[in-house]
């Protein structure tokens, strides 16, 4: 997977911080929290690099989270 220049797919929250699976349930790369949850505890999930195994983690504003090629950074929200 040399040479990846995609960047990862903005996921807008309101807050300071989402948790993993309501992330990965709001971005669409899993179905449900029960999905969500396998993913998470197999270790399939990083977030900056580091495997995260909590489903209830919080990721806070700017942290870039990776499960299989699917790569997403968390931005806060703009309102209008």
Sequence with gaps: MAGMTTSP???????????????LKLAGVVEDGGQ???????GEVLVNGE?????AANIPVGAVVRLGDQEMQVVRATTA
């Design 51 to 55: 495997v995260e195994t909590r489903r």
């Design 36 to 42: 969500a949850r396998e993913v998470i505890q197999g």
């Design 9 to 23: 797919e903005p996921i807008a929250i309101r807050d300071d911080a989402i948790r993993l699976g309501q992330l």
